[in-house]
């Protein structure tokens, strides 16, 4: 199990280092890559808690996560260079990569913007019956976005199955998170929606 984990940080380590360099070279196309170098233990770590039924979803530095979901390496390398074997056809490219198969409902451009999906797959999944979790990845400058709040209360009132990890690089947008929030400990900010 722990080779296993050790194997899906240099796989994903190498696999943005490539992504880097073609992006460097211009094959990658887009206007960003945002890589997930340095936060490969956060992603492997809580993915190995899941279950395949269980759902994923993410914002823009999503490789390292579609890959520590079991998402072929292949299949991810093709979206990113645009091509029709990508894991969304080529159309969605670095930002957006997705995988329905794994339950992996992508990454989103829009700082924030897939927060409110993971509680509506929480909500849709409760009302069926389901009993799945849905993990939802937050930069640190999402926390400061209505979306959040929106849906982090939403969360608690139906009390669903949401897991909301915050990633705390220490900066959202480039602006140092203490600069940007009034209640720089986070986590903290769950408290006041009744999360524990």
């Known amino acids: 199990m722990l080779l296993d984990w050790y194997y899906q940080m240099v796989l994903i ?3 943005e280092e490539t992504c880097y360099q073609l992006y460097q070279e211009k094959r990658i196309t887009g206007v960003y890559l945002h890589l997930y170098s340095g936060q490969e233990a956060v992603g492997v770590g809580s993915l190995a808690a899941l279950e395949p ?3 994923v979803i993410t ?3 999503d490789h390292g996560i579609a890959l520590a979901r079991g998402v072929d390496a292949n299949a991810c390398m093709a979206e990113m260079m645009g091509r029709k074997t990508g894991t969304s056809g080529g159309k969605g490219g670095s930002m957006h990569l997705a995988s329905r198969q794994h339950n992996f ?3 989103y451009a829009i700082v924030g913007g897939h927060i409110p999906l993971a509680t509506g797959i929480a909500l849709s999944d409760n009302y069926r ?3 799945n979790v849905v993990l939802c990845f937050v930069g640190d400058g999402a926390t400061n976005n ?3 709040h929106e849906a982090v209360n939403m969360a608690a009132i139906w009390d669903l199955p949401v897991v909301f990890l915050i990633e705390s690089n220490g900066y959202g947008m480039g602006t140092e998170t203490h600069r940007a929030s009034g209640q720089p400990e986070l986590h903290k900010r769950a ?3 009744g999360i524990k």
Do not use: K, L, P, T
């Open 13 to 15: 380590r190498q696999f």
């Open 53 to 55: 039924r269980d759902h």
């Open 59 to 61: 914002a823009y530095r």
């Open 105 to 107: 409902w992508g990454g």
């Open 129 to 131: 019956g389901e009993d």
């Open 146 to 148: 209505g979306y959040f």
């Open 191 to 193: 408290i006041a929606y």
